[in-house]
């Protein structure tokens, strides 16, 4: 049995960092101009939710165990809250491709500017505790994953409304 490692057992900077994340990105959404049908703006919240949840399902539990989320090794309620702050990033990421018409090669520049984004907000989420490297795992290898999941989420998000209506 694996023993459990408490990082925290306080309410302090990372839950209100999380709390805050979800805040300002709902209200990043609210405030932006409606561009996606209720069908668009559906898939790209959830999908940012199933990402997270997704690969930290995977990479983040044994056999790999690379890193742990929230005040312990063990999942707690306020984990799953957690992967709320994700959903925004999914919105946005697909809203600024779309008004900035980014195409063709500008498609590789936008990916390349979210993936640094992403790796500031993960390298401010290990120092706030969000997030507990282990086994060797560093900011750096999450780049490629960064770099995996946006170009899966433009390519399933451009299959699937592939005239791309938008509520003008």
Known sequence: MNDVIIYDNRFNGNEWFVIAMIVIGILAIWLLPKKFTLTQSLFNLLIGVVFGLMFDHTIAVPPFDFYDVGDESRYQPFD???????????????YFYEKWGVRGFYTI???????????GIEWLS??????????????????????????????LYLMLFPKRKTIS
């Open 80 to 94: 799953i809250f957690s992967y709320l702050m994700y959903a925004p990033f999914g919105y946005i990421f697909i």
């Open 109 to 119: 520049p936008y990916i390349l500017l979210w993936t640094s984004m992403g790796i």
């Open 126 to 155: 290990v120092l706030i505790g969000i997030f507990h490297y282990k086994h060797g795992y560093q900011l750096v290898y999450s780049i490629p994953i960064y770099l995996f999941l946006q170009s899966i989420h433009l390519s």
